[in-house]
């Protein structure tokens, strides 16, 4: 029933600008992901985490020349510690491509404290990426995770992996790997000018449920490839 009870908010960006964080007001939202509590499940590797580094993914929709992230604990019960972050562009879920890791940083800093039951968005990272591109993010977690903020149906592998910081890894070995994704909400890149909006509302169909894992095949990315072809140069893709 988890599946059911997820809310699911999936943007084909092209956005209106009123969608950029307050923060950041030349940035709109390329791609997001619903958030929830993480269910009690004893096999789930994202509820063990203590001193790991998870290292997940997102297919953006909206290129761009830079790009922030935005990180939540909106169901954590106690402060969130990341105490590093990198993106890069990703080979599979546990490799990165040479030379393409950046450092991600909150406030000039490289590690950030989210509290409980709140988001933190990054600083703007030099980061060219193309539409419809993946990206990897990598987040390395000091302190026992108590209460994790996920997205369950994130329908892409994720590697958790053994102990240490392993943010500026090229290639994460061993590990855990899982179908969820966690304390990462969205992706934003800067604004252009009289982009337009088409939105999936729904539940956890909308998100892909029972679609094929890591094929990106769920109905709205379906979507947005047939309206590309349709229009041609129709800026958007990627789901949630």
């Not at 409980?116 to 993010?137: K, R, T």
């Not at 958790?160 to 994460?172: N, Y």
């Amino acid at each position: 029933m988890r599946k059911l009870r997820q809310s699911v908010l999936s943007c084909f960006f092209l956005l209106a600008p009123q969608w950029a964080m307050a923060q950041h007001t030349s940035l709109i939202a390329t791609w997001t992901a619903s958030a929830m509590a993480a269910d009690p499940d004893p096999a789930e590797p994202l509820l063990k985490i203590d001193g790991q580094t998870v290292r997940e993914r997102a297919r953006i929709s909206i290129g761009g020349s830079r790009i922030c992230i935005r990180l939540t604990n909106e169901y954590g019960s106690t402060p969130l510690v990341i105490g590093s972050a990198t993106v890069a562009t990703p080979i599979d879920l546990a490799r990165l491509q040479a030379g393409s890791i950046r450092t991600v940083t909150f406030g000039g800093h490289s590690s950030v404290t989210i509290p409980a039951g709140a988001p933190a968005l990054s600083d703007p990272v030099d980061f060219s990426i193309a539409p419809g591109a993946e990206i990897s993010l990598s987040l390395y977690f000091p302190h026992r995770v108590a209460t994790p903020t996920v997205h369950s149906l994130a329908l892409k592998r994720a590697v958790v992996s053994q102990h240490g910081d392993q943010t500026r890894t090229e290639r994460i070995e061993g590990g855990a790997t899982t179908e969820s994704s966690v304390a990462f909400s969205a992706v934003l890149v800067p604004a252009q000018p009289a982009q337009r909006l088409v939105v999936a509302f729904g539940d956890s169909l909308v998100d892909g449920d029972k679609s094929t894992v890591d094929a990106d095949r769920n109905w709205p990315s379906d979507l947005i490839r047939r309206l590309r072809l349709v229009q041609g140069g129709f800026e958007g893709g990627g789901r949630e």
